[in-house]
């Protein structure tokens, strides 16, 4: 096999596992989109008051300024408390491996319409889901009525993957 071949079948048998990721990735950042947006807006609130507690612990006094005067003037000028850039940085971080994995199971998705259906059954059932000779054999007669041989899939396999090479063609590698 090619090294283009290779990197195909390797991409089908992940597919599945890049499907379920891109899922958890994409909860995983709504999740943090909402608890960044409700910081902030703890954050805007807490400026907007006159009465919150000096939000860097120190005590009010005379000649010292507005704390809430301050971290809003801070927050206006762009100003994020740590624990907010370190939610914005995870999410970057998951954006991007999503942005990555959701680039695979496109590329997946497309090869596999430009299948017949019988090269598409075959090829889920064989690299995507990882079933095994006998039972794609078994499986193949009680779906087609026809007796067929492990060399008969094969073959329906190399074609499928050869399509699937010329589908691809430049985009990968």
């Avoid at 914005?88 to 497309?110: G, I, K, P």
Wanted: hydrophobic share 35%; charged share 30%.
């Amino acid at each position: 096999m090619g090294r283009k071949r290779d990197f195909i079948v390797t991409m089908l048998r992940e597919y599945s596992k890049a499907k379920a990721q891109c899922a958890c990735l994409a909860v995983r950042i709504v999740e943090l989109e909402g608890q960044i947006r409700r910081r902030a807006q703890s954050l805007a609130a807490d400026a907007a008051t006159d009465s919150p507690a000096p939000p860097d612990g120190m005590p009010r006094g005379s000649g010292t300024g507005n704390p809430v005067e301050r971290v809003g003037i801070r927050l206006a000028d762009g100003w994020e408390p740590a624990d907010l850039k370190k939610q914005r940085a995870e999410m970057d971080q998951l954006e991007a491996r999503l942005e990555t994995l959701s680039y695979r199971v496109h590329y997946v998705d497309a090869w596999l319409s430009g299948l017949t259906p019988d090269e598409r059954t075959l090829i889920t059932w064989q690299l995507i889901e990882g079933r095994q000779w006998r039972a794609l054999i078994e499986e193949w007669e009680k779906r087609t009525g026809e007796f067929t041989t492990k060399d008969t899939l094969k073959r329906i396999k190399y074609q499928a993957l050869d399509k699937i090479e010329e589908i691809a063609g430049e985009t990968l590698i």
